[in-house]
T-cell receptor
Framework: GNSVTQMEGPVTLSEEAFLTINCTYT??????LFWYVQYPGEGLQLLLK?????DKGSNKGFEATYRKETTSFHLEKGSVQVSDSAVYFC????????????FGSGTRLLVRP | GAGVSQTPSNKVTEKGKYVELRCDPI?????LYWYRQSLGQGPEFLIY????????DSGLPNDRFFAVRPEGSVSTLKIQRTERGDSAVYLC???????????FGAGSRLTVL
């Protein structure tokens, strides 16, 4: 079945450091891939998405590239801010469903001033 | 409304009691979803409504769980004979027809003592 694996947290960085959160997936065909973010006390928000191989999703300085050959969708940001502290979830919608999001277990990011 | 609204935000109940959780989706969104998020885990799919009907309830864990959406807008998730293992955050999301980008509510945290 479809699944998502992401690196365990917490990830602790200093402000302006480079961020990578690894995400790999298992799915047949070409799923759609997503990163959602959950800020403290708030609902999940879509951060970015990519729907086909080699697509790059980007938003708020975050980027992720859909790599079919490595079945990965790693999240990166060149310079993190304290306000980026949150839990980040990698997710997919498989080709067998047009709506069912399959989430990873989440990675907590803590950015220190 | 402007976003997806969920009530109550917190519910504490005793084992064996009945609980209802309400979701008010974004106006005009025909698709509505319930997910469950246990501590330290990513959200897991429970049920999907398209309009008034449950198009996919394959994620409901057992027959103690039931959800309705009688007028195609507000939805209620009903849990009978609650167990301690039901403790989790229950998330509701909605989307416009055919879209695979979900807008999530802040969730209802259920604690079963």
């Amino acid at each position: 079945g479809n699944s998502v694996t992401q690196m365990e947290g917490p990830v602790t960085l200093s402000e302006e450091a480079f961020l990578t959160i690894n995400c790999t997936y298992t799915a047949t065909g070409y799923p759609s891939l997503f990163w959602y973010v959950q800020y403290p006390g708030e609902g999940l928000q879509l951060l970015l998405k990519a729907t086909k191989a080699d697509d790059k999703g980007s938003n708020k300085g975050f980027e992720a590239t859909y790599r079919k050959e490595t079945t990965s969708f790693h999240l990166e940001k060149g310079s993190v801010q304290v306000s980026d502290s949150a839990v980040y979830f990698c997710a997919l919608i498989g080709t067998d469903s047009s709506y069912k999001l399959i989430f990873g277990s989440g990675t907590r990011l803590l950015v220190r001033p | 409304g402007a976003g997806v609204s969920q009530t109550p935000s917190n519910k504490v109940t005793e084992k064996g009691k009945y609980v209802e959780l309400r979701c008010d989706p974004i106006s005009g969104h025909t698709a509505l979803y319930w997910y469950r998020q246990s501590l330290g885990q990513g959200p897991e799919f429970l049920i999907y409504f398209q309009g008034t009907g449950a198009a996919d309830d394959s994620g409901l864990p057992n027959d103690r769980f039931f959800a309705v959406r009688p007028e195609g807008s507000v939805s209620t998730l009903k849990i009978q004979r609650t167990e301690r293992g039901d403790s989790a955050v229950y998330l509701c999301a909605s989307s416009s027809q055919g879209a695979n980008v979900l807008t999530f509510g802040a969730g209802s945290r259920l604690t079963v003592l």
